[in-house]
């Protein structure tokens, strides 16, 4: 869809976008980071046995660090799906250890705000995106009709019409001109007279 395009425009961030991602840097540091990171050394280490568990934490961290860093370059539309996909890893490893331990839940659970500040700032952006793509076309349908530019060159939206070429003028066909029937000569008599006639007549 059109309005998922990322906008290759420099933008400015407002004042409440840039606290979302002063919230979402927070949320990262504590959760996706630093407990993040104890909890990978805890299995690998301690708990081979639950490595996986290490595994998932490592690369719900990679998919988050990855979406903060679009955040700050204002792909708002392509640090969603790494948030997403990386909040789902990241939280259900740890509904299964604050479920083990409920002291564990200040530690894991402020994930949640950084994807929660992922689904505002794309929500933002759609609606801005799509505010943008109304307003252009509004502006389109209310143009005028035609407008003349230049060398007679007829403008009627996006379809430019140029001026017909004048028609060259057939050339006459020659007339194929008939050639006049030969007269058809008699066989002259001897000095005209006529044999049949007696003489002195």
């Known amino acids: 869809m059109n309005f998922l395009k990322e906008d290759k425009r420099k933008r400015y ?3 409440f ?3 979302l991602k002063v919230l979402a840097t927070l949320a990262f540091l504590w959760s996706g980071l630093f407990w993040s990171g104890v909890s ?4 690998y280490k301690f708990n081979p046995t639950e490595s996986y568990r290490a595994t998932a934490f490592l690369i719900a961290s990679i998919l ?6 679009l955040m700050y370059l204002k792909y708002y539309f392509s640090q969603f799906p790494f948030a997403v996909v990386g909040s789902i890893i990241y939280l259900v490893q740890a509904g299964q250890l604050i479920d083990a331990i409920e002291s564990y839940t200040m530690r894991y659970i402020p994930e949640i705000a950084f994807l929660i500040v992922s689904i505002i700032l794309f929500m933002l952006h759609a609606a801005k995106v799509i505010s943008k793509n109304l307003a252009e076309k509004e502006k389109i349908n209310t ?3 035609e407008s ?3 060398d007679g060159i007829t403008v009627n ?3 430019v019409e140029k001026p017909e070429k004048p028609k060259k003028e057939k050339k006459p066909r020659k007339e194929n001109k008939k050639k006049a029937p030969e007269p058809e000569y008699s066989e002259a008599t001897e000095n005209n007279i006529d044999e049949t006639k007696p003489d002195g007549d």
């Open 64 to 69: 988050l660090l990855i979406s903060l860093v």
């Open 143 to 145: 143009a005028p009709a």
């Open 157 to 159: 939206y996006h379809k």
């Open 13 to 15: 961030d407002t004042a």
């Open 148 to 150: 003349i530019i230049g």
């Open 17 to 19: 976008a840039i606290a």
């Open 40 to 43: 990978i050394i805890n299995f």
